[in-house]
């Protein structure tokens, strides 16, 4: 089974800190993304890699950068933490689609919720 | 770029059938429908995924008009434990990126 960790399940940040987000595949994907959750507005794309030290912004990057050194694991930090950024945060993998024709499924880790204060 | 819309909310019977539909009318030709299940607290959850026929698995069945442009998941005997949000899901312009929409948050009453 293809597993994907975050580094917290839950978090607590103050206003300005540098706030850094991991997450892990074991499964040898060249995708990953991170994604954020809010209540009625559903999961929205923060970035994405489709391979080491490669990154696409997504529709909501501003605030945030990622930084994929190693296939396996993708890290989303935030800078300098503010309290419009206190959301579900939730990684996922998949491998390269290969295709419109080809199914393709992501594989999502369990969330970190970060409240920053 | 294709986009989904689904009902915000459904109530379903517990031990009874849960449909719930998408419309997905801006799907290109040979692009997939997913869909995935999100439980309160976890992160989302394959359930099925289908082209033009209809799908069956263990957990749902898949059922996609012909013109492709909607699609309802059935949950043939749901239980409390499909209480839950459920994302129909398709490939932004067929590349890496998923639109997941905001869901229908499907509760199943004992």
């Known amino acids: 089974d293809v597993k994907v960790t975050q580094s917290s399940r839950y978090l607590v940040k103050r206003t300005g800190e540098k706030v850094f987000l991991e997450c892990v595949q074991d499964m040898d994907h060249e995708n990953m993304f991170w994604y954020r959750q809010d209540p009625g507005l559903g999961l929205r794309l923060i970035y994405f890699?489709?391979?080491?030290?490669?990154?696409e912004k997504g529709d909501i990057p501003e605030g945030y950068s990622v930084s994929r050194e190693k296939k396996e694991r993708f890290s989303l930090i935030l800078e300098s933490a503010s309290t419009n950024q206190t959301s579900m945060y939730l990684c996922a993998s998949s491998l390269w689609p290969g295709g419109t024709s080809v199914p393709y499924e992501q594989y999502f880790g369990p969330g970190t919720r970060l409240t920053v204060t | 770029d294709a986009k989904t819309t689904q009902p915000p909310s459904m109530d379903c019977a517990e031990g009874r059938a849960a449909n719930l539909p998408c419309n997905h009318s801006t799907i290109s030709g040979n692009e997939y429908v997913y869909w995935y299940r999100q439980i309160h607290s976890q992160g989302p959850q394959y359930i099925i995924h289908g082209l033009k026929n209809n799908e069956t698995n263990e957990m749902a069945s898949l059922i996609i008009t012909e013109d492709r442009k909607s699609s309802t998941l059935i949950l043939p005997h749901a239980t409390l434990r499909d209480t839950a949000v459920y994302y129909c899901i398709v490939r932004v312009d067929g590349g890496n990126q998923f639109y997941f929409g905001t869901g229908t948050s499907l509760t199943v009453i004992p």
């Open positions: 890699s489709y391979d080491v030290k490669m990154k």
